[in-house]
């Protein structure tokens, strides 16, 4: 991977139009999601999010930003927001729509984005937020918030009248939130089963979330029940064996992530497919149903209802991950090589910063 620490003109430089707000991107998670975006940035657009050289990309992380600069009467300097941020230590935005509760960023080609990606959130305002959880809130709220969506989902589709309920990846965060949350809300009769390798299989099993762990060679062993599976991994080797043992008591896949498909991409050069051509598979693209849940609540509703499980889901998953702070251009470099080699483990989590 080539990676490179490129000169952006000096704050004060900055020319700023009407309307237009200068951030210090302050932290940043650095995560298995931002790999994601790294391999799918050409395919999905995420490497046009932030402006940047011809042939390069800035990468899309999830953090919090102050306000450096303001040329809105409605935002104020040193006012702090949640959202998608470069990973850089500043950002031009163009505030649109600004309200109590936050802005959505219209800046250049950000305009067109899903509004999931350009919005931004006062933290002074938000139900959601708490001072002492910022990190937990960069390195997991967006996959916790997917969850929710997930859960819902699933109820909506008639999907947790089974008997086992297979959720692969099941030492991500994603998994773990998707399992905390069916936990949460009754999964009907379905027992939870996590998938995942062998050597987090021990991590899975302690986080308690799964009636039963199994690892991703054992998946013949299964009994071959009525079924659903969750599949984050992006892997069609993975689903191919579910599929096998399964046969017709899989009444369902649903693929919600990629955990697993950018080695294969980057082995290829190619899309291993996330969906499939099985009717039987389900895409589920968080960002749509969570705006149409803010449609129908408004954001500052959401967040409200949001609140606690989110703390819930912190002060359980705060035993057994810790966060692990690094500040400047090495400790992040550092952090996405292993990121992108697989290396990380499970059982902590990169908070970064590009400021010294």
């Known amino acids: 991977a080539q990676t490179r620490l490129a000169s952006a003109p000096a704050p004060f430089e900055i020319m700023l139009q009407p309307g237009q707000v200068l951030f210090a991107v302050d932290k940043f998670a650095l995560t298995a999601n931002t790999i994601t975006y790294a391999h799918l940035g050409e395919r999905r657009g995420y490497w046009h999010f932030f402006e940047t050289a011809e042939g390069w990309g800035r990468l899309p992380v999830w953090g919090f930003g102050e306000v450096a600069r303001s040329f809105h009467q409605g935002i104020s300097v040193g006012e702090r927001f949640w959202g998608l941020f470069p990973m850089s230590t500043h950002m031009l935005a163009q505030a649109d729509q600004v309200s109590s509760f936050g802005f959505m960023d219209t800046h250049g080609q950000r305009r067109t984005l899903h509004p999931v990606y350009n919005h931004y959130l006062r933290v002074a305002h938000d139900p959601a937020y708490d001072p002492d959880a910022e990190d937990w809130q960069a390195l997991s709220q967006p996959q916790f918030t997917a969850a929710v969506m997930l859960a819902a989902f699933l109820g909506e589709r008639r999907l947790l009248d089974v008997k086992t309920m297979l959720i692969s990846a099941a030492s991500s965060k994603s998994a773990a939130a998707l399992a905390f949350c069916l936990k949460a809300q009754g999964s009907g009769k379905a027992r939870l089963v996590g998938l995942t390798a062998p050597a987090h299989a021990a991590f899975a099993k302690g986080l308690k979330l799964y009636d039963a762990i199994a690892t991703y060679g054992a998946i013949d062993q299964l009994e071959p029940a009525s079924a659903v599976h969750v599949d984050f991994t992006g892997s069609p080797t993975i689903r191919q064996a579910v599929a096998a043992r399964f046969a017709n008591a899989l ?106």
């Open 251 to 356: 009444k369902t896949t649903v693929h919600a992530g990629s955990a697993h498909a950018v080695a294969d991409m980057a082995a290829n050069d190619s899309s291993p497919g996330l969906v499939g051509g099985d009717s039987r598979t389900l895409g589920f693209f968080a960002p749509d149903h969570l705006r149409r849940r803010m449609d129908e609540t408004g954001v500052p509703a959401f967040r409200q209802q949001l609140a606690a499980p989110w703390a819930a889901f912190v002060a359980s998953m705060a035993k057994h991950i810790a966060i692990r702070a690094g500040r400047g251009e090495d400790a992040v470099r550092q952090a996405y090589l292993e990121q992108l080699a697989g290396t990380a483990a499970p059982d902590s989590g990169h908070v970064l910063s590009l400021w010294r």
